[in-house]
């Protein structure tokens, strides 16, 4: 498998399964929610595992953490022969194996990886293993502990690595925590035997190094034990559906009920809620007042968008009688959870129609953002606006942009599920606010289908070929395209007729005679010549055949001459935002631009500049697709 | 001359909104403008000295967050002026954090609300730096100390570990303020983590060389006694991290590993001894 291969594995296994492993990687991640399918940077995977491969190992690895969907356990399986994966949380591990995750000869280890029982079950499993991830417990302590135990385990010449998020959720309260431990390591027991270990990525961090003579067998660290020992804050008891805990100074109610609290978990924004007060039975009564208080918040808020402001305020008003300071009190939770949707709800319809209009309107507007699908949520925003704000402005504004998010997310479904060969759906937020194409070179109209998912009204084609255009035509009909432009011209620097080079496959016209040192299959050398039209694109937006303002996006592959392409369209590019041009990697025609050259004349236009926004390799190693979105006028 | 109402507001960190402080104080000083300066209630104090005969703090009920403010700002603009949040610079989707860029933003952001009160580039062609106005009380220094900047916040490209030990050991004549708790404290390590983002700034001024991680709270340090003064961030590829707020003369060094920040530490206590 090489780095690309890798690459594109890495990301299906990321992306494949949202709903049950998670989505995307733990850098991406919104502040709101944190459930990466991987929980790591996607860099630092991409290179540990690089890292792996380049070595060539490939037997058994060993994993201590399992994480909570499973993820960095299904990555190492795309090299690993078997993986042995430790996790104390028995519902994990029974989830995982549920899922139908485990390849064929992994074993999965449930319980406390500091547990005897559990070492001596890994040492059995995987003695002599080939690599060992360190990615369970994040303190200091944990992790000493669990390289005290695991670490000898990998033979000489595998890999020992240790995953750090310490400073990808810094915890003010702890001192010491994973990145000290890799340090101190570092420094007292790999550098003194000649070893150094090797950080891959930033915040997210994995820390490896190549386990030698020296450094294998029992591990003896210099300092004391109970360094850097972590207190968990564990369960003090239940009150209104909420684990109580004390921590920092203060205490905690979480929902749904939690075994012990982290802090990490509350930088994640992972309990459904949090609240906190200076003393437990402040915490108890505020869950308590919580829980009867917000169902009359839902009540309310669902009131308004029957037109009903009057009586909404009426029962926060009857609950404010009620609960007195009730807001007041949610102020700290919603400070120590800022991203809490519950809260955002609570205190946003608190302040709305408590006196604070403005204030709970932008709360709410938070809530909304993490989930703009959320229909009630956005009518009733929108209603609070008109009628309790009286600011009709703010209320299509906010229509226009639960639209466009809409719109977002249905062209990120539509480019992951359905959509493939093309590296603009890789980028489905660039195509978001697309409205129009112009694909100069569209051969037979591979990509029509494509262009009508994602419901984009104008698309003009250009294609000189006679037969490929005819078929263009028929797909246009027959995928019922309204009103294609189709023109049968090829498009350059210059308006005019030239020889067309043909090969057996029709994609691979071109104006350019092969290359010299080209290396292409017999089918793709050129046999024929035709002679054909050549506009330039401004040339036809002179005479009206092209609208500039309904072309968002211009496509250009016409194997080597996108430059010429790009030249006689520097009056449409100054309406287009998005640019994507084929390039050539190697040789293939003689005087094809270099993607340098492309770049360069795309970034030069002055004011109408545009930036590479994506490349990618394509299936021929000779060929890619590079991305170009333009500068100004963003921001 | 009738000036401007405006609202502006900075909807990031606290790192943003102290950098921020250059386009409020430069819409002021330009005469302009009749400004509502909205900020998070934990923030009110960074803008304190903005306040003025045409130009007011308005702070909202919640405390910055290390994602930025927990709600848009622009709730607090009470009175329907024009409102503006400000974009530290740059088409893309993280600010470039340069000055230049960001009074383009500002001056494009004004055009889009029909304000014709641009900058211009005359403001945009020196990069201010960020003093605050008005007295702090400070911690005595007792010797020749230098600020390290420990405390940090998320910065996905950077990682850097302080090994106090090897500082204590290297420059045993100096002392360091530390921005966070150390793990073990030693006589040599002064902690900082209690003073407030004022007294940080001021002491800075006070301090021989400064040495920081994240430019969110290092930003703080950017004032005019510090401007030439030598400095470094660690835990920067200085290959790819850009410069950031970078002007004329910028003595800033990205640091990458702890042999790297000693080098540098002796370098510049040298020079400084030879002065």
């Known amino acids: ?635 | 001359m009738t000036r401007q109402p405006l609202f502006l507001c900075q909807n990031g960190r606290r790192g943003d909104v102290v950098l921020s402080r250059a386009v409020f104080a430069a819409a002021a000083r330009s005469g302009r403008f009749d400004l509502v300066l909205g900020c998070c209630r934990d923030d009110a104090p960074l803008l304190a000295d903005l306040a003025g005969p045409h130009s007011r703090i308005a702070a909202g009920a919640f405390a910055n967050t290390p994602h930025g403010a927990p709600l848009d700002l622009r709730h607090l603009n009470d009175d329907g002026r024009p409102a503006l949040a400000i974009w530290l610079g740059g088409n893309e989707a993280w600010p470039s954090y340069q000055w230049a860029d960001t009074v383009r933003s500002f001056d494009r952001a004004l055009a889009r609300l029909g304000i014709d009160c641009a900058l211009g580039d005359a403001a945009a062609a020196t990069v201010p730096m960020l003093d605050f106005a008005g007295e702090v009380a400070l911690p005595a220094l007792r010797r020749q100390t230098i600020y390290l900047d420990n405390a940090r916040t998320l910065h996905e490209p950077s990682h850097f570990v302080f090994d106090f030990e090897r500082l204590c050991d290297v420059l045993p004549d100096h002392d360091f303020v530390c921005t966070a708790p150390v793990p073990e404290p030693q006589p040599a390590l002064l902690d900082g983590s209690g003073l407030s983002p004022l007294q940080r700034s001021r002491l800075s001024d006070r301090c021989q060389l400064l040495v920081g991680t994240t430019f969110d709270p290092f930003v703080l340090t950017l004032t005019e006694a510090n401007r030439s003064k030598p400095k470094a961030m660690c835990g920067h590829d200085a290959r790819t991290t850009p410069v950031p707020w970078d002007y004329p003369g910028n003595p800033l060094e990205l640091l990458a590993t702890m042999d790297d920040l000693i080098d540098f530490l002796l370098a510049n206590v040298a020079v400084e001894a030879r002065r």
């Open chain 1, 1 to 635: 498998m090489n780095a690309f291969a890798l690459a594109q594995a890495l990301d299906a296994l990321a992306t494949a399964s949202p709903e049950r492993h998670g989505y995307g990687y733990s850098d991406t991640q919104h502040p709101w929610r944190h459930d990466p399918a991987i929980e790591q940077g996607r860099q630092v995977v991409l290179e540990f595992l690089g890292e792996v491969r380049q070595r060539g190992l490939g037997g058994t690895f060993v994993q201590i953490g399992l994480g909570r969907r499973g993820g960095m356990h299904r990555a190492l399986r795309l090299l690993a022969r078997r993986v042995v994966s430790v996790e104390r949380d028995a519902a994990v591990v029974a989830a995982f194996a549920a899922a139908g995750d485990l390849g064929d000869g992994d074993v999965l280890v449930t319980g406390d990886s500091h547990a005897a029982l559990v070492q001596r079950q890994v040492a059995a499993a995987a003695n002599g293993c080939d690599l060992l991830l360190l990615d369970g417990d994040d303190s200091y302590a944990g992790m000493r502990a669990d390289f005290e135990a695991y670490a000898p385990l990998v033979r000489v010449g595998g890999l020992v690595a240790i995953g750090d998020r310490s400073q990808a959720f810094p915890d003010d309260h702890r001192p010491y925590d994973v990145d000290r431990f890799v340090h101190d390591l570092q420094r007292d027991w790999l550098l003194p035997r000649g070893v150094r270990a090797r950080r891959l990525g930033g915040a997210h961090a994995i820390h490896c190094y190549l386990q030698t003579a020296a450094t294998a067998g029992a591990v003896a660290l210099p300092w004391p034990q109970g360094r850097g020992t972590v207190v968990p804050a564990p369960d003090l008891g239940q009150h209104a559906g909420c684990s109580v805990h004390e921590l920092g100074g203060r205490c905690f109610a979480v929902a749904p009920p939690v075994p012990e609290l982290r802090r990490r978990a509350i930088l994640r924004n992972e309990p459904q809620l949090l609240l906190t007060a200076a003393t437990r039975s402040d915490v108890a009564a505020l869950a308590e007042a919580f829980a009867a208080a917000q169902p009359v918040l839902q009540q309310a808020l669902a009131l308004l968008p029957l037109g009903q402001p009057g009586a909404a305020r009426q029962l926060v008003a009857d609950l404010e009688r009620d609960f007195p300071g009730l807001r007041a009190a949610l102020l700290p939770s919603l400070e120590a959870a800022p991203h809490n949707r519950e809260l955002l709800l609570a205190v946003g319809t608190l302040s709305l129609l408590g006196g604070r209009p403005r204030e709970g309107a932008a709360l709410l507007r938070r809530a909304l953002e993490q989930a703009w699908l959320d229909k009630n949520l956005l009518l009733a925003l929108a209603r609070a606006c008109t009628d309790v704000l009286g600011d009709e402005a703010a209320a299509r504004e906010l229509l226009d942009a639960a639209r466009r998010q809409v719109r977002k997310r249905q062209v990120a479904a539509i480019c992951h599920e359905r959509l493939s060969g093309n590296v603009l759906w890789h980028y489905p937020q660039l195509l978001a606010d697309v409205r129009g194409v112009l694909q100069v070179g569209a051969h037979t109209g591979e990509e029509v289908e494509a262009f009508q998912l994602l419901g984009i009204e104008h698309q003009a084609y250009l294609e000189p070929q006679p037969q490929a255009f005819a078929a263009l035509q028929a797909r246009c009909r027959e995928l019922g395209v309204r009103s294609p432009v189709l023109l049968p011209f090829a498009a350059g620097s210059t308006c005019g007729e030239r020889d067309l080079r043909c090969a057996f496959r029709s994609e691979r016209a071109s104006f350019l005679a092969t290359h010299e040192l080209a290396r292409l299959p017999a089918d793709e050398r050129q046999l024929t010549t035709h002679r054909v039209p050549v506009r330039t694109l401004d040339s036809l937006v002179d005479d009206g055949t092209i609208d500039p303002q309904r072309c968002d996006l211009l496509l250009v592959d016409t194997e080597g001459s996108e430059l010429e392409v790009l030249q006689g369209a520097r009056q449409l590019l100054a309406h287009v935002d998005l640019v994507c041009v084929a390039v050539c990697l190697e040789p293939i025609y003689a005087g094809a631009p270099l993607p340098q050259e492309i770049q360069g004349f795309l970034r030069e236009l002055g004011d109408d500049a545009f930036a590479l926004r994506a490349f990618e390799p394509g299936p021929d190693p000779a060929r890619g697709d590079a991305v170009f979105r333009r500068i100004e006028g963003r921001r």
